[in-house]
């Protein structure tokens, strides 16, 4: 069939479909480079004629309306399900809201609780059958399309196609617009020295034929970018990157030893360089699935000799850590590192890696990021009976099947020595070390 009559009856500009958002709506995108920056500025633009809307986003790589101007709250508020700058300061400042959620229950979040009135979306055109691709995410993309009841497209050439992501047909589409602007794309990471050093400790601990998750970040890039001596890896991630596109690049990673889904890379979205979209781009061997089947941990551990890495902000004695607050101060979500710790270490051969400098800087100098507690109203992104190995640029602690004691010893030995004797002696006075 020809379905390019279908398409010019539904192509309007951004403005039109801003029109048709009314009081009370639950909108949503999905993540990254999905979020679709010309409807989010025109419904923006006439905010003050809405109330009551609510807008779901996920890694806001461009500034949107509702987070960047505190006088839409109200009218548009924004709920971030894991925050870039720009929603990180939204919630801070008062005039946005947060989704705590594990990645994995996405699709269950969206399903039992949450209303989709409008999806908005970044889209590859539409091919000759009718089809868009979603591109750069799989992430929540096909529960939001069964639940919708408008969806609304933003047409861009410059979103790549995936061959196995969801897919929305002209038929399910209230309204598109055709918006062609090159993909937002993630700024790179310095990896300074520390990183190097923690990228090199983690490296020497995976060996040829692992399969690998890679977090955000510096110190996971640094990982990655050691790697490339390396044979036969697998890769099962939640976020596609330019360390990961090195590695099929060069050969280092083949996913020919991956029990799940061999020969392909998994992930269930991308973030980086313009080279990490060119590699889905209608790439039958990279496949960007939902996260409920990505992050999974019950199909994570069935790929053998599993290796997650992720970063955090600090570590407490217990092992709890925290990725996602500086106290009580928003930072980001959970995103997927519960996920992939507990897929990790409950595969055979599996292991998980958290990595942090060992201090981290503030207006008040130069803090241990290992601590005897968390501080006050910091959140744990991972728990203590998950937790394998923390990892600071002074060594590798170990803390996975070992008592409190061990943990503690373990991680005063990977703290900064400006910090150990401190730490000893609230270990101590904890009661801990025995």
């Not at 990254?32 to 006439?46: E, H, L, Q, V, Y």
């Not at 070992?402 to 503690?408: H, I, V």
Request: with cysteine.
């Amino acid at each position: 069939m020809d379905y390019s009559g279908q398409y010019a009856a539904k192509r309007c500009e951004a403005a039109e479909i801003a029109a048709r958002v009314e009081n009370g709506w639950h909108i949503c995108a999905d993540v990254g480079a999905s979020n679709p920056s010309a409807i989010f500025d025109a419904i923006g633009a006439r905010a003050d004629t809405l109330s009551g809307v609510i807008a779901d986003t996920n890694i806001e790589l461009l500034p949107i309306p509702w987070f960047e101007n505190p006088s839409i709250f109200g009218n548009v508020t924004g709920c971030s399900w894991f925050s870039n700058a720009g929603a990180r300061k939204a919630v801070r400042g008062g005039y946005a809201d947060v989704m705590p959620i594990r990645y994995c229950d996405g699709a269950a979040i969206i399903r039992d609780y949450t209303a989709v009135d409008a999806l908005c979306l970044v889209v590859s055109p539409m091919d000759r059958h009718g089809f868009f691709s979603m591109g750069t995410s799989g992430s929540f993309g096909t529960e939001r399309i069964r639940k919708a009841r408008h969806i609304f497209l933003e047409v861009n050439r410059f979103m790549p196609r995936s061959l196995a992501g969801p897919q929305i047909h002209i038929s399910m589409v209230s309204a598109l617009c055709e918006h062609h602007a090159p993909l937002p794309e993630l700024p790179a990471v310095e990896i300074d020295i520390v990183s190097q050093r923690i990228g090199a400790l983690i490296a020497e601990r995976i060996n040829d034929g692992d399969c690998l998750q890679l977090g955000i970040g510096a110190i996971p890039n640094a990982v990655g970018f050691t790697l490339k001596s390396k044979h036969s890896l697998g890769i099962h991630t939640e976020m596609l990157t330019d360390s990961i596109a090195e590695l099929l690049e060069c050969g280092a990673a083949d996913n020919s030893r991956k029990q799940v889904k061999p020969g392909k890379t998994v992930a269930t979205f991308a973030l980086g360089s313009r080279r990490v979209y060119d590699l889905i781009d209608d790439n039958p061997a990279v496949e960007i699935l939902p996260s409920e089947f990505v992050n999974d941990p019950l199909v994570i551990c069935q790929n053998d000799n599993m290796v997650s890495v992720n970063s955090a902000i600090e570590a407490d004695f217990y092992g709890q850590v925290c990725g996602e607050s500086v106290g009580t101060a928003h930072v980001s979500g959970s995103g997927g590192q519960p996920d992939f710790v507990r897929g990790a270490v409950t595969s055979k051969n599996g292991r998980s890696f958290i990595a942090f400098s060992s201090v981290a800087q503030t207006k008040n100098g130069e803090v241990s990021r290992i601590v005897p507690v968390l501080a006050p109203g910091a959140i744990v992104t991972t728990s203590k009976n998950d937790v394998d190995m923390i990892v600071t640029e002074y060594g590798v602690a170990k803390l996975r099947g070992q008592p409190l004691s061990a943990r503690a010893k373990n991680l005063i030995a990977v703290a900064h020595p400006d910090f150990r004797d401190d730490l000893t002696f609230h270990a101590k006075k904890q009661g801990i070390l025995i």
